[in-house]
């Protein structure tokens, strides 16, 4: 059964349909770029996914598990990873860890195991002992994401994990997204960095509620004959004017 | 004429850390300049240097020919300032806010309306909306709006696109250009390189020091190594497996395809090749390409971490 499937999926707010019916699927080990404009809908959507937000109609089943019935079983299932929210600034690196490891009910000896892997993995073990808010960026993100694939879950949330950061940095980020991803975990991402678009698999475009497109980059390119994901972008932004 | 900007040797740290480290650079006249860097290279801490909020430990700056310490008040009233936190009131609407700013720079909407009249169209349908319910696209353009509305000489902009969508930020670019024309003299930063281009001249930041200042096409000029984009049906591997030849000497993802840098440049491609052969990739295509802003950006990287 795959990952991620919807049909249908919309959320009202009153009289605004922010998500409009959308039906698609994500298959396991897939990066599926999650992409539109600022307001498409995508953070609903997201949302919704992530058992965070109950659907006004249709149907979505993450990991197995019904959005409206058993979310509580999707959190636990999943990983996620905001630029906005990720670690606390005021814990260690390490106590960051042990704290994630916690709350996802992992026993003392795996957070342990965990702790020593990760950090060697990340070259951080010279700053287990410091506060989160004294790294840079860059390594936050990296460690954030790493601590939001501790419990294993089969699949991963990010949200714009990659905005303001060096570009070596975000390089090394999407090596770490690559490797989870060929282990088989499945990776649902949004990003506004368009050469990021081209490292998923597929990808699907929102407007206004709806996803417009949604195929291999290499194929979206063909479809609007565009030189690059960029130019896809603005074709169904400007459509979405002229309309 | 007073020079825009004049920022001779700046130095700041906050405990130990050295945000920013022996900086200088000019803007001139009608000059849209970025500042292009990632977060935490120093570019805030700059900006609020010279919008005389902060002070520096050692250097000097003008905004205008005026001080930045001596004569902060004058500075004030003379600077559009758009910080990289959106800062405007989100409980007044699109119009409170406007209105607002004119006030405290003792001026009306009315009298400057020429100068923001082409961005404030695009958001006058939401002007009794708050401006906390706009989107990130929209937020942009009312902050831009105020900071222009009281007639500034120079427009200080913070990352007024970051977390906006490329459609929007195309947008507010176009909005940059137009208003350079006017003879306003701008100073943006940007995590995004791609925007380097817009730019008339750029400073690259890194750590707070900076890397380069040019124009974006002599930057990329000066990108000295031969490169190649490359590509093969499964990309993960591929870059693996150049990473772990010998004589690769960079190899990043960059869109569809990957770019390299070989140690011994085009001499080492027929050893690249017969590598290659070994590793029976797909669909593989090499091609040579011309260097962008971003590469240049990530090789000076490199070079200062040595």
Redesign the interface.
């Given at each position: 059964m795959d990952p991620i499937i919807t049909n249908g999926l919309t959320k009202r707010f009153g009289s605004f349909i922010a998500t409009n019916a959308i039906t698609f699927e994500v298959k396991k080990g897939e990066i599926f770029g999650f992409l539109g404009a600022n307001g498409a809908g995508k953070t609903t959507a997201m949302r919704m996914l992530c058992g965070l937000l109950r659907p006004s109609s249709g149907t979505a089943k993450v990991a197995g598990y019904d959005v409206y019935t058993q979310s509580e079983k999707i959190k636990q299932n999943i990983g996620y990873m905001s630029q906005k929210f990720s670690l606390y600034e005021d814990l260690k690196v390490k106590e960051n860890i042990r704290f994630y490891g916690g709350i996802y009910g992992l026993s003392d000896k795996a957070i342990k195991e965990k702790t020593t892997q990760l950090l060697k993995k990340l070259q951080m073990e010279a700053e287990a002992d410091q506060l989160v808010s004294a790294l840079p960026l860059g390594w936050k993100q990296k460690l954030s994401f790493s601590i939001a694939i501790l419990h294993d879950p089969s699949i991963v949330f990010l949200d714009e994990p990659t905005g303001g950061v060096d570009p070596l940095t975000r390089r090394q980020f999407w090596d770490l997204i690559y490797e989870a991803a060929s282990r088989g975990v499945t990776v649902f991402v949004t990003t506004h960095y368009m050469d990021e678009a081209e490292y998923c698999d597929r990808v699907s475009i929102m407007v206004d509620g709806r996803i417009r497109a949604l195929d291999t980059p290499r194929r979206l390119r063909e479809q609007f004959s565009a030189a690059s994901m960029d130019d896809v972008f603005l074709q169904l932004a400007r459509e979405k004017a002229k309309s | 004429m007073q020079t825009p900007i004049v920022v001779q040797d700046v130095h700041k740290s906050f405990g130990a850390v050295k945000a920013l480290h022996n900086i200088s650079f000019t803007v001139q006249e009608g000059e849209l300049f970025g500042l292009i860097?990632?977060?935490?290279?120093g570019k805030s801490t700059l900006f609020r240097i010279l919008t005389t909020l902060l002070l520096a430990d050692k250097g000097q700056a003008t905004v205008n020919g005026l001080d930045v310490v001596k004569d902060y008040k004058a500075i004030r009233k003379i600077a559009g300032y758009m910080p990289g936190r959106f800062s405007l009131y989100q409980d007044l609407t699109v119009e409170e806010n406007l209105h607002f700013f004119a006030t405290i720079f003792n001026t009306t909407v009315e009298a400057n309306y020429d100068l923001i009249e082409e961005i404030y169209v695009q958001i006058a349908p939401f002007k009794k909306r708050p401006a906390g319910k706009l989107?990130?696209?929209m937020k942009q353009k009312l902050a831009l709006c105020c900071a222009l509305v009281h007639k500034p000489a120079v427009l200080f902009l913070d990352?007024p696109t970051?977390?906006?969508?490329?459609?929007?930020?195309?947008e507010f670019w176009d909005m940059l250009q137009r208003l350079k024309q006017k003879g306003i003299a701008i100073l943006v930063s940007t995590?995004?390189?791609d925007e380097a281009m817009l730019c008339d001249r750029v400073a690259l930041i890194?750590n707070g020091q900076l890397l380069n200042i040019d124009t974006p096409q002599h930057i990329i000029a000066q990108f000295s190594k031969p490169m190649w984009a490359v590509r093969a049906k499964h990309?993960?591997r591929l870059i693996q497996d150049l990473r772990a030849f010998p004589g690769t000497d960079s190899c990043?993802?960059?869109?569809?395809y990957l770019h390299l840098t070989l140690k011994d440049g085009t001499a080492g491609v027929d050893a690249l090749q017969a590598y290659l052969d070994t590793k029976h990739h797909e669909a593989f295509t090499m091609f040579s390409i011309q260097a962008g802003i971003?590469d240049c950006?990530?090789e000076l990287?490199?070079t200062e971490n040595v």
């Open positions: - | 860097g990632p977060d935490g290279a989107s990130g696209g990352e970051t977390g906006v969508d490329p459609v929007s930020r195309k995590p995004y390189m890194q990309m993960y990043y993802a960059f869109g569809e971003e950006f990530m990287m490199n």
